[in-house]
C-alpha cells in the first residue's frame, strides 16, 4: 500500500473513531479572534512575557501574535502599531502558495508532486524537463542559483521572463538550495492547470475560507503574481494560516487544504539546513521550515526576509506570529519608477544606497514607488541572535 494510500485509510478510520466518540468542537475565529486569558488554558502568563520580551529585544519588531487552541492569548505592539497594523510577508508568502498545489492536486488538476515541471510549463525543456513539482517544493530542482542574483529578480518589470530562463548546473534532489525561481515557478503551473492566476486562486480557496479580509497580494509590472513572496496582512491574520496548518487543513467544517499535503508538509525533506541564524538544525521540506524536530517536540514555520515568521507548534496547538515594521507603499503592482534608472548589479550595495537617497529625502517610499519595501529599521538583528532561545521559549508554553 502506498503512502497516499495508507494516510487516506488513516483518516477515514479516524473519522470513524469521532463518530462514535464525538471530539469536543476545536474554535477558530469569525470575524475576529476570540480572546481568553492564558491561566484558562493552563499556560503560565511568565512564560509569555518571557517570549514578548526576547522578541522585542529587537527594535525591528512590530508585532507578536500568540494563539492557542484557535484563541488568542497574548499580542504586544510597537509604540505606532496596533492589531490593524500591517506586514509584509516576503518568503513567508511561499508557504501560502504552496498550499495551492496540494489543493490542485486534490482536484486533479495537477497529478502529483512527482509530477516533472515540463509536464506543465512547455518552456522547461531540455536539461530542466525531469525536474519534479517535489523537488521545486524541496528547493531541490538543481536550478542555477547564484548568489543574490535571484533577489535581483525583485528589482526587474517581468520576474517570470526572467525565471523562465534559468538553467540547471547541478543534479536534483542532492543539494538544499533557496532559491525564489522555483517558488515563482509555482504560480506559472497553477495558471496552466486551472486558467486562474495564482492570487485569485488564493483568495478563492484559502484567504477567504479562513475569513481573512484586509490583505494585498502583490504582482509585478508584467502583471506575474509573485508568489515567492509578498503577502501584506496583520499579524493577527497571518496566524490565521498557521492555525489552519495546526489542524491539519481543515477551518471549522471545511477541509481548506487537503489532509495528507499537511501531513507530508509536517514531514520535512531536510532535516538540517545551514540559515541566517548560524545554526545548522533547521529542517525544509515543500515550502516551509522546521525551527525544531526532535524527540522533545516539532515546531514548523514559514519564514521570510528581514525576521517575518508564523511559528506551529501543532502538538500544543500554538501558533506564534512576529513580523516586524513596515511602511506600506500602497497598491498591488510593483512600480519602480525612477529605480528603473539603475543597473543593479549588487543587491546589497543597491540597498543600502537605496535606502541612503531615502533617508537624504532623495525619493519618498510612499510617493515614487509601488512595491513590498522593508526600511533599516524593520531589519531584524536581536531577534537572529535570540533565534535559539525564541525556540524554546515557544516549546516550553505546552509544558508545565
Known sequence: MNKMKIIKTLVLTACSISFLFPLSAKEFPGNSWTVKNPSELGIDASKIEKLFDLSFQDDATQSVVLIKDGYLIAERYAEGYDKDSIGTSWSMAKSFYASLIGISIEKGEIGSLDDKVSDYLDYFNEDRQNITIREVLDMTSGLENPDHEHEIMFFLDDHLGYAKNIKRDKETNTVFEYNNVNSLLLGDILLKVTGKKADDLLRERVLDPIGTKNYTLWRDAADNVLSYCCIDMSARDYSRFGLLFSRNGSWNDQQVVPYDFVQETYDPRWLSTSDRTGMDRRGYGLHWWFSKNDEEGKIMNASGKFGQYIFIDQANDVIFTRITK????????????????????NIARFLWFFRLLEKIGFYDIEKDFKSPVTLEEGESKEFYQNYSEIIDAIAGLGKD
Open 326 to 345: 513596515y511602511t506600506s507603499t500602497g497598491g498591488s503592482q510593483q512600480d519602480w519608477g525612477p529605480i528603473r534608472e539603475y543597473e543593479i548589479n
